[in-house]
């Protein structure tokens, strides 16, 4: 079965700086991975994906994501975070066959200091 | 395209109270999912719809919850009777059937039972 873990539930930084969120995933086929932002009070909107195309993917708002399979993992990172990039933030992972299920991972909320 | 719909946003009912949430899929998209959002559980998948049928409906907590979809453009969530633990943000999303699409959600139903 599919699945993602996502390494910190609340990750703080400072404006300016470089936003890491991590990204495990399990898959027994080859995956297709998403990274969702949540708004407060919003639904999940789409940051980026990658579809084995190429595995440095960039996204809307300087996020970009780098799927390795080695480490099975798909880190999204942003060079200098801002005030605005504070929200939740899902990893979600679907199976690269027949199955359009997707599996998103528990989140980290990302909050961006003055 | 208006994007996924839901209605209402906002329920608030009574413990033993059936609810119906319904969504709008967006036009041409063949899948469809119903998420339960809470703090301590996450996004949950409960359902799970291609073309109409249910393909995987193993995240339905309970026989109080039922989906429907009786046609492309329509589906509703139904918890009958309703109970104060089932308090949460309730997503509906659609997808094209393209392995490499990305699901396009709602805003939500914001369901308090008290």
């Known amino acids: 079965a599919q699945s993602v873990t996502q390494l910190g539930s609340h990750v703080s930084v400072s404006e300016g700086a470089l936003v890491l969120l991590r990204c495990n995933y399990s898959s027994s086929v080859p995956p297709y991975l998403f990274w969702y932002v949540q708004y407060p009070n919003q639904g999940l909107q789409l940051l980026l994906k990658y579809t084995s195309a190429a595995t440095l993917v960039k996204g809307i708002n300087g996020f970009e994501a780098e799927f390795k399979k080695s480490e099975t993992s798909f880190h999204l990172t942003k060079p200098s975070a801002h005030m605005s990039d504070a929200a939740e933030y899902f990893c979600?992972?679907?199976?690269?066959?027949?199955?359009?299920?997707?599996?998103f991972g528990s989140g980290t909320r990302l909050l961006v200091r003055p | 395209d208006a994007g996924v719909i839901q209605s209402p946003r906002h329920e608030v009912t009574e413990m033993g109270q059936e609810v119906t949430l319904r969504c709008k899929p967006i036009s041409g998209h063949n899948s469809l999912f119903w998420y339960r959002q809470t703090m301590m559980r996450g996004l949950e998948l409960l359902i799970y719809?291609?073309?109409?049928?249910?393909?995987?409906d193993s995240g339905m907590p309970e026989d109080r919850f039922s989906a429907k979809m009786p046609n492309a453009s329509f589906s509703t969530l139904k918890i009958q009777p309703s109970e104060p633990r089932d308090s949460a943000v309730y997503f509906c999303a659609s997808s094209s059937d393209r392995l490499n699409t990305e699901a396009f959600f709602g805003q939500g139903t914001r369901l308090t039972v008290v």
């Open positions: 979600a992972v679907t199976r690269g066959d027949s199955s359009y299920k997707l599996i």
């Open positions: 719809f291609n073309n109409n049928v249910p393909i995987d």
